[in-house]
């Protein structure tokens, strides 16, 4: 028996397609938010708000991920079942969707500079005025441990940045324990600079790497998500104009 072809079967079944592929982009952009909130990138966060913007963007991911999957399946249903409301709201909120996917890769290309050319100055005078050393309980100072620990690094250009810092002149030392290559022996007593002992490095070019490589990733992946969604929105405008 010969397959029977309803109208615009050819173009239903594309735009299945597209709406499948919309789930898949809905699914990269779950995985770019939670590595960003919840990965590396979180390190970042002691060169303060000119590098907030990977979180925001991040956190922005996970809601168009979260958002782009169910509406695929709309997007589905509408084509399937040849409704036009559920088509115009597919076509909306995909429009909506793309435009902030552009406007997030824009935001993390126009800060990117920012970190690179300004953020340097401002780190190290905030670290020598802010950190308080290990186990502290603001923020800032445990934010700074970790980020020295992980990193195997020490300060912002390396370990003499503090020389004359609060840390240096309330504690007595020259460097706070995270600097140690092992935190647990006696060497680390925070005079003790040789190599064996503390990582002479500064953390901000290790810092800068990490936001350049989230900063491209999140921007080649919201172009990229949008990329994959545009055609589904020309498709779902076409067949919504076709059924009326």
Aim: proline share 2%; with cysteine.
């Amino acid at each position: 028996m010969a397959e029977i072809h309803t109208p615009y079967s050819s173009l239903k079944k594309l735009l299945s397609v597209l709406n499948g592929l919309m789930v898949v982009s809905g699914i990269v952009l779950l995985g770019l938010g939670v590595d960003v909130t919840h990965g590396e990138a979180t390190l970042t966060a002691v060169l303060g708000v000119s590098s907030a913007y990977l979180q925001h963007v991040g956190r922005l991911c996970l809601v168009l991920g979260t958002v782009a999957i169910p509406l695929g399946l709309v997007g589905w249903y509408g084509a399937t079942t040849e409704s036009r409301g559920a088509l115009l709201f597919c076509f909306l909120s995909t429009v909506i969707i793309v435009i902030v996917e552009v406007a997030a890769a824009t935001v993390v290309l126009a800060f990117l500079p920012i970190v690179q050319d300004v953020t340097l100055e401002h780190t190290l005078v905030t670290l020598r005025k802010n950190y308080r050393g290990y186990n502290e309980p603001d923020d800032y100072s445990t934010q700074w441990n970790l980020v020295m620990e992980k990193l195997k690094c020490c300060g912002v250009n390396n370990y003499t940045d503090f020389s004359g810092s609060n840390f240096a002149k309330t504690t007595g030392h020259s460097y706070p324990r995270d600097c140690c290559k092992s935190m647990g022996t006696a060497a680390c007593d925070g005079r003790n600079t040789s190599t064996a002992v503390i990582h002479q490095g500064g953390c901000f070019s290790k810092l800068l790497k990490i936001t350049k490589a989230h900063s491209f990733m999140l921007c080649g992946g919201s172009l990229g998500a949008a990329g994959i969604q545009l055609p589904g929105v020309l498709a779902t405008l076409l067949l919504f104009v076709k059924l009326g």
